[in-house]
């Protein structure tokens, strides 16, 4: 599979080889559907919590008396069928919503994001993107130069510089192989991957 490879101007300077088994592969819709849920699942915390009719504060007196008012008879305002009063199946902080993810569908999701990205035009290959300071203008003027508005990165290496750079543009991301993961890569409108870290995606989802 051959990648364009991007000069300092966002122009296609010439062609990279990648390794077919990660950017070549067919588009698997369902598989990646899968891995992009369960990655949004596993990322869910089960801190909300809901209470049920012991919990509420509400007075445990009568409301009205039981017969002639005409309205349907009544125990407790903590009822569920009251407005302010307990859930009847309440969500509890302790939910789990983890869902599993073999490690070969993972890498087989991941291989057929990368495939389709490149089919698409939505990735590129770049030496590498380095910055000589911590300093963010100079690489957000670099990515503009680059008419890179909302991209992730992808780097072999991201040096302190670089993640300092970084961290304050909104719709750049730049990481390291390792933390690569499905929704970043639908999300953003281009990624770039360092030479480098193209053996080490051949390593993880080859």
Known sequence: MQLEL?????QAASKFDAPETVFGRDYNEDLVHQVVVAFQANARQGTRAQKDRQQVHHSTKKPFKQKGTGRARAGMTSSP??????????NM??????????K??????????????????????????KVESPKTKPLAARLKAM?????????????????????NLVNVLIVEPRYADPVSL?????????????????????
């Open 104 to 129: 070969k569908m993972y890498r087989a999701g991941m291989a057929s994001i990368f495939s389709q990205l490149a089919r698409e035009g939505r990735l590129a290959v770049v030496d590498s993107l």
């Open 93 to 102: 902080p302790d939910e789990n919503f983890a869902q599993k993810i073999n």
């Open 186 to 206: 639908v999300h953003y409108k281009k990624v770039l991957v360092t030479k480098g870290a193209i053996d080490k995606l051949k390593e993880m989802f080859a």
């Open 6 to 10: 991007l000069n300092d101007q966002g």
């Open 81 to 90: 069928l009251w407005r302010g009063g307990g859930r009847i199946f309440p």
């Open 147 to 167: 008419n890179l508005e909302s991209v992730m990165v992808i780097s072999d290496e991201v040096d302190e510089n670089l993640y300092l750079a970084s961290r």
